[in-house]
Structures are given as C-alpha cells and as structure tokens.
C-alpha cells in the first residue's frame, strides 16, 4: 500500500501535452462541451486517466472555450470580398489553423450598422469563443466592439490609433520601402504612387514607405491618387495620375489589384511598359504572375497570415497571453519594372 500515490493535482496544459491536443481542446473535454472529434476527446481521457488528473472548480473555472467556433468579422459589406484572391487565401490559413484546435469558422461582413449589430449580439450571446477581425477603417465602431467584449479578439492587420493587444500584420512600410527603392535603382525619378485607402492603417503604411525611400533619395513624393484595392479604382486613379503628372515614369501602387488597373490603363494611354512607365504592386497574388506583363510586386505571407491570425486567437481562448506578431515580406522581380 505504501507504493499508492494520490492523484497529483496537475495543470489542463500537461493534460493537453499528454493527449497531443490544444489546451482549449482539452478544456472543451473536461467540460464535456460539443464540437470536439472522437479521437480527440478519447486521447484527453486517456490522459486524464494515466496522469491520474483531477479536476477542481478552480480548473473548470479556467476553461474559456465552451461554443467550439470562432469568428472572422470583416469589416465590409459586399459579399463578392470573400472571393478576392486576398481572403480565400487567409480564410485557407484561418481554417487550417481552426482545424488544429477543434474550432470551427463562421464568417461575418459587418460593415453596415445592422452588421455590427449581429456581430454584438453574437458577442454577447457567448456563441462563439474568440473573433478574429480584419479590414478595419479608423474610427471604425468595431473596434469599441471588441474593446467592450470579453472575448478573445485578434485583429489582421492593425487598426488605425493605438495597437491592439493582439494582431498579426505585415511589414508594410518596409515592403512600401523596397518597392519604391527598386524603382529608383532603376533609374525612376518620377515615381508616383496609387495609395489604398488612407482611413486604414495598411493604407497608411504603405503610403508612408513610399514617402520614406524617396526621401532617403533626396527627392519630393508627388501628390497620390487613391483606390480601393479593386482593379477599377486602380485604373482609374491611374488615368487621373496621367491627366495630372504626364511626365511620371514609374507607379508604385498599394496592391495587385490596383496595379493590374493601372497597366490596363496605361496600355489604353499608349504608354509601354515599363519602357515608358515602370510599375510595381504589393501582394503577389495570382493576377501579378498573370499580367501582361507580369508584375513585379512586394510578396507577403497572406496564407500564413491567417494561420498565425487563428493560432494566436487559439493560444487567446486557452487562457495564454500571445505576442503581437510583424510577418515579414519581400521583393519579387518580374517584367513590369
């Protein structure tokens, strides 16, 4: 008898190492929540069992995820957004990342008062255990949603005023920075640029990247013209750039989009590029590899984007107090310049 131990008094994560799970995962299974698989929920027994853990109030009083869905709240109002090249991939990444930790995605586009509505309500109702939220404008209301929630929120890329505690976003200024670097190694004085909205902080960034190479290079930004990250707007802020600055000989615009817009527009003026007009984008999605001629653009990580977005919304949900994450980017070189 004197070889018996008592049940030792261990923590929900040794539990989750021990079962090879998450430790939201091991949470909803110790409390007997739904939207966990069978293998799952028998490997967290199992450990339950050979620890010999025992579970106290105090233990399922830190257990935080009991719904099993998370939420991704996209601050637009046109459903066609979730077909743009840019969200399938991070929704590819989200969902991924979903997968790991049991949890499955429910998609809102809240831009609209009766969007944000829902969205509160969904808050408030505890039907979901965390929300990512992305395409976010300054002074957009969703952010004084999040801020009143107690649910776990973690923003795609950072909203305009003070950084939230949680978020993944790019390197923009940095990407900005080489774009507009690149065209001036080539000989591009000048340079103009396509901006993305200038209410979003991705739109800003962008825009203060270009600023900065061209000030490092002793010369003056010219003034911008500004999209809406669609081909369209693109293409027309590329013919008011032409109107206005007939004597521009490079374009740095804020995404592929945009970029694409602006060479379909510079072909109708007779302009050749980048004989005549060099031209840069930022994304390197599909339409940059694609155009006429391809585009040489500013590569980031969107697919993994999404996936740190859902990893670190997880690691939220679980209890733990993720860092902020800066996801690189990079140069790709193709045609257009």
């Keep these: 008898m004197g070889n018996v131990l008592p ?4 923590t929900l994560d040794q539990v989750a190492e021990r079962a090879g799970v998450s430790r939201s995962v091991a949470s909803r299974v110790l409390n007997n929540a739904p939207h966990v ?32 869905v998370a939420a991704l709240v996209i601050s637009r109002q046109d459903p066609s957004i979730l077909a743009d090249p840019f969200y399938a991939q991070v929704i ?4 991924a990342a979903l997968e790991e930790g049991d949890l499955h995605l429910l998609l809102c586009l809240a831009e609209s008062e009766r969007g944000r509505a829902r969205v509160e309500k969904l808050l408030r109702s505890g039907a979901v255990d965390g929300v990512m939220m992305m395409a976010l404008h300054e002074d957009d209301p969703l952010i004084k949603v999040a801020d009143k929630t107690s649910t ?37 004085r000048g340079i103009v640029t396509i901006t993305g909205p200038l209410d979003t902080e991705v739109g800003q960034a962008r825009y203060r990247g270009y600023r900065e190479a ?20 693109g293409a027309a802020a590329m013919r008011r750039l032409l109107a206005n600055q007939p004597d521009l000989d490079a374009v740095f615009a804020a995404n592929d989009n ?18 005549d007009v060099s031209v840069v984008g930022f994304d390197d999605l599909a339409v940059a590899e694609n155009a006429q001629p391809a585009l040489t653009t500013v590569h980031q ?22 860092s902020p994450i800066l996801l690189p980017s990079h140069l790709v070189v193709r045609s257009s310049t």
């Design 7 to 10: 049940p030792r008094r261990l």
């Design 37 to 68: 698989s069978r293998a799952k929920r028998d490997a967290v027994e199992r450990a339950v069992r050979d620890l010999g853990f025992v579970a106290n109030s105090k233990a399922r009083a830190l257990a935080t995820s009991q719904s099993g």
């Design 92 to 95: 590819v990444g989200i969902s």
């Design 152 to 188: 776990p929120v973690v923003f795609g890329g950072r909203p305009g005023g003070t950084p939230p505690q949680w978020y993944v976003d790019i390197d923009n200024v940095a990407g900005a920075r080489a774009a507009t670097e690149h065209l001036l190694s080539r000989g591009r």
């Design 214 to 233: 061209l000030l490092l290079a002793g010369l003056q930004a010219r003034t911008p013209e500004t999209g809406d990250f669609t081909e369209a707007s």
């Design 258 to 275: 945009m970029a694409a817009g602006a060479l379909r527009a510079l072909r109708d003026a007779g302009r050749s590029v980048p004989e």
């Design 301 to 322: 990580p969107i697919r993994e984007l999404g996936t740190e977005m859902a990893r670190m919304l997880v690691a939220c949900i679980g209890g733990r107090n993720p």
